[in-house]
Each structure stands twice: as structure tokens, then as C-alpha cells.
């Protein structure tokens, strides 16, 4: 599961777009389904046969017991075992589909027909840890934190972070009185320095809503810096800058004459004879709290029909995920496909230490309208989580030349593990690699034609200066 990695200062600008996109229960128009489809895990409140008993996930910690009329999710670390608290980011969201090849001794579940596979090997029992009466003392739950980075975080080496020597150094301040304020501090102080956009700590301490994660590139903290050298919050000084965004595209490089649409997440049009498409969510794209994926993909594959319908006959496209902060990897995949001419290996991925084999992606050419010819694809360091697993997608395509600066570097699903006292903690857990084989977490998806979308010295306009650069370059063919 992905989070929408996005800012609340942008609601002016692009419309509400919540705190994140959860995976939806329904197969979709315009995604290709597998030849033989997957079966719903529960169906009118019945489960599946073949799947009731106890399973134990294979990479993420978590324990799944079915009986006939329902299911319990409990997550298991070294330091204890309790049960899952349920609600609306529980990963049990995430088991809703029995795909093809699931057998009486192993599972395979996904949130979306064809998406993420969670793999589940059958136990006799749920383990006796897991049932017992536990009182969660701070240390206990000190415990249960650092056994459940140490288990899933997947990448302190490509941080720099010994997360041994944290827990050893830090573990000695924990006591039986320690207040939940001090204790969110500490667990603050562990995980400072990550710098990972899917990594996050949440807790609700007397009645006030505390949260705690890292991750931003340094085109946003310029505009933060901008903002506080004139006295502007943060907050403001983001929203002038994506309102700057917008009327950029819509008045300067689509001299008035683009798309703003699918609920202000696409913008398209054409710069001379060259087609541009800028997307800032792969999600989002329908109003409302309880929209579906069979809803977006529909909102979706309208505008695309016709924005390519539009881009029939240009020289090139430019798509535009400069300011992408994230969403579906199936919308990702989705929107690749307008612009390939056969099936290619988009990426591979897994999690941290299973012994599993990787799961593997496609671009599959889409249906509806498509553009085969050149393609530049923008990229920035605020491009990040589906947003990079579509830059993933469109390098695996040959007819696209990537442009701009690098990506963010946070790439793997939203691993989220509740705490037994309520609390929340989000982490990194996967392992995503390109059709070579190459893993961009933390570093970034370089690209392969050197552009500076957001200056310096020109955070407010230099967006739309680089676009027109990139139009003018693709107008005359370079690559």
C-alpha cells in the first residue's frame, strides 16, 4: 500500500486530496486482468473455503486467521504478538482478493486484481504469544517498535543509520513511568535522520494528534527557506508556490488554451506541435471519500482518450511528473500503457528478506488511444512513490527519453503496523527494481537528459521556463 505523499498547502491549488489512497475492492475498467480471474477472500460475509485456518505472512510480520463467517489480523515481531486494531489503514485492507495459484498450504492475496501479492503459508495454530494477556508497558513497547524496523525497514544501509546502536543507546532511558509524550520522543529520536517520505510515526497523546516523519528533497525546503526569510509559514509559502505551479502550466506554457481537469489532477494540452501532459496524483482523480478503483481508473481513462486524441499527430508528448507526489502503482502502469507499442518488463519487487520470489510488472499497451512516438518523460526530486514507479514503467519503454533531475528515492510501499497502545508506525519495506535490475530507493531515478525543473533562483517560475525548453527540444527532434 502507497500513501498520497502530499502537502495540505496544495488544496487551494489542486482540490482536497486527503491523506492517502487506499487500496480499493473491485477489478477496474482498463486494466488487464489475468486469464483466470481472482476470487473475493470474503463474499457476503462468507470466507473462501480454502482459505480458513491460520497463514502466516511470508516478509510482513503478520499472522491471518480465517474462520467461515470472517477475519482476524494479528502482527507478530520477536518483542510480541497482539492483535490488529482494524480501521481504515489496517493492512488488512490489503487481504481482499485469493489470486490464481493460491492452494490449501499457501495464499496469495491482493488488494486490487492483479496488484500486490501477499504471500501466506499455512500454520497449525496461532502461536500461544498471541493470545496471552501482555500489559504494554513503555519498554514492552519499546520493544515492539525497534523489533519491527529491525525486521521490515529495508534500507538503513543505504541511509547510513546503525539502528542497532540506536535501540542499545536509547533502549536505557525507557522505565515503567515514563509518560507517552516522552515516550513518542523517543521513538522520534530513532527514527530522526531516516529522511524516508514513507516513514512516519503517529500518536494520539491527551487528546492531541501527534505525528512525526522526514523525507522532504531540497526543492521544497528552498521554498520553505524562501517563505521564512519574508516572514511567510511554510504552509503558505507552499501554496503560493504550487498556485505559481499551476497558472505557470495553464498561462505560460498552455497559453490559456490547456486542461485543467479530473479533479485539478491533470493538466494537458499541446505547445506548438508538441502534445504535454502533466499528472500530480496517480490517484485522486474522482471527489469524495469513498471512491473506488474501478471509479478512478474510469475518470481516469476518460481524460486520457482524449487528451490523446488531442496529441494525434504531434511531433512528441512530454509527460510532466515533476510535482507528482504519488498514489496507485496500478494507475502508474496505467497511464505508461498509453504510450507503448508492445509488452515490456516494467519492474520487479518484494519484500525485505522473504524468501520469496519477486513479483513481476508489465506495461501492456493500452486499449484506448496511444502515442508511440518520442516521448519525454520530467521528473524533479518532489517526483515520489507512484510517481516513481511510473518513471520506472516509462524508462522501460524505448521510445522515451527521461528528463529532468532525479526522483526522490522513496519507491516501496507503506508498510503500516499499529502499535498495541493505538499508535501508528509507517515504514519501508520493499525492494523495487527496474527491468535491469537496478534498486533507486534512497538515491533516486537519475535521468538520462540533465534539466533543472525548479532553479534556485527561479523556485516561483522556472517550472514553465523548463517545460518550453524541453518543448522546443522535442519540436526539433533531439533526444
Known amino acids: 500500500m502507497k500513501h498520497l505523499v502530499f502537502i495540505c498547502a496544495a488544496t487551494c491549488t489542486f482540490g482536497m486530496l486527503g491523506t492517502g489512497l487506499a487500496g480499493c475492492a473491485t477489478p ?61 489503514n489496517s493492512p488488512r485492507e490489503s487481504l481482499v482478493y485469493l489470486e490464481p495459484g493460491s492452494t490449501s498450504d499457501e495464499l496469495s492475496l491482493s488488494p486490487t486484481p492483479g496488484d500486490t501479492r501477499y504471500l501466506f503459508q499455512r500454520i497449525q495454530t496461532l502461536p500461544a504469544a498471541c493470545e496471552a494477556t501482555v500489559d504494554w508497558t513503555p519498554l514492552r513497547l519499546f520493544d515492539v517498535f525497534a523489533a519491527t524496523f529491525a525486521e521490515h525497514y529495508a534500507f538503513f544501509q543505504e541511509r547510513g543509520i546503525d ?4 535501540v542499545t543507546a536509547l533502549r536505557p532511558r525507557i522505565t ?9 520522543s523517543v521513538f522520534k529520536e530513532l527514527t530522526t535522520g531516516l529522511e524516508d517520505a514513507h516513514t512516519r510515526i503517529s500518536a494520539e497523546v491527551a487528546g492531541e494528534e501527534l505525528s512525526y516523519g522526514e523525507g522532504e528533497r531540497e526543492t521544497l525546503r528552498r521554498v520553505e527557506a524562501a517563505g ?4 511567510v509559514p511554510a504552509r503558505e509559502a507552499l501554496r503560493a508556490w504550487l498556485s505559481a505551479y499551476r497558472e505557470g502550466i495553464l498561462q505560460t506554457v498552455l497559453k490559456g488554451a490547456g486542461h485543467h481537469v479530473a479533479n485539478n489532477r491533470i493538466f494537458y494540452g499541446r505547445v506548438g506541435d ?9 490517484g485522486g482523480f474522482v471527489e469524495g471519500e469513498e471512491v473506488s478503483i474501478d471509479q478512478e481508473l474510469r475518470a481516469l481513462n476518460a481524460v486520457l482518450d482524449e487528451a490523446l486524441q488531442t496529441f ?53 499497451p493500452a486499449t484506448g488511444p ?22 520506472l514503467a516509462m524508462r522501460a519503454l524505448p521510445n522515451v527519453t527521461h528528463a529532468g533531475t532525479a526522483t526522490r528515492g522513496a519507491l516501496s510501499d507503506v508498510l503500516v503496523k499499529p502499535l498495541p497502545n493505538g499508535w501508528r508506525m509507517e515504514l519501508s519495506n520493499e525492494l523495487y527494481f527496474d527491468a535491469k535490475g537496478e534498486l533507486f530507493e534512497v538515491r533516486g531515478i537519475p535521468p538520462t537528459l540533465a534539466l533543472d525543473v525548479f532553479p534556485e533562483d527561479e523556485l516561483q517560475t522556472g517550472h514553465a521556463k523548463a517545460v518550453l525548453t524541453l518543448a522546443e527540444r522535442a519540436s526539433h527532434g533531439a533526444r
Open 312 to 364: 494525434q499527430g504531434a511531433r512528441a508528448v512530454i509527460v510532466d511528473v515533476s510535482n507528482n507526489r504519488g498514489g496507485h502503482d496500478l494507475i502508474s502502469r496505467e497511464i505508461a500503457a498509453r504510450f507503448a507499442d508492445t509488452r515490456h518488463l516494467a519492474y520487479r519487487k518484494r519484500p525485505r528478506q522473504a524468501d520469496v520470489p519477486p513479483q513481476t510488472f508489465y506495461v501492456e
Open 176 to 184: 515503567d513511568t515514563l509518560d507517552a509524550r516522552a515516550l513518542f
Open 163 to 166: 539502528w542497532n546502536a540506536r
Open 274 to 282: 508538441v502534445g504535454y501532459l502533466n499528472i500530480v496524483t496517480m
Open 28 to 88: 477496474a475498467a482498463g486494466v488487464r486482468s489475468p486469464s483466470v480471474e481472482p476470487t473475493l477472500l470474503v463474499r457476503d460475509g462468507v470466507t473462501a473455503e480454502i482459505a480458513r485456518g491460520v497463514w502466516r505472512s511470508r516478509g510482513y510480520g503478520m499472522l491471518l486467521s480465517v474462520s467461515e463467517n470472517g477475519t482476524q489480523l494479528h502482527h507478530e515481531t520477536a518483542a510480541g504478538c497482539y492483535p490488529d486494531p482494524g480501521g481504515e
Open 228 to 231: 521564512r526569510k519574508t516572514g
Open 370 to 391: 496511444r502515442f508511440t512516438g518520442p516521448v519525454y518523460l520530467l521528473t524533479s526530486d518532489v517526483t515520489v512513490s507512484a510517481g516513481e514507479i511510473f518513471t
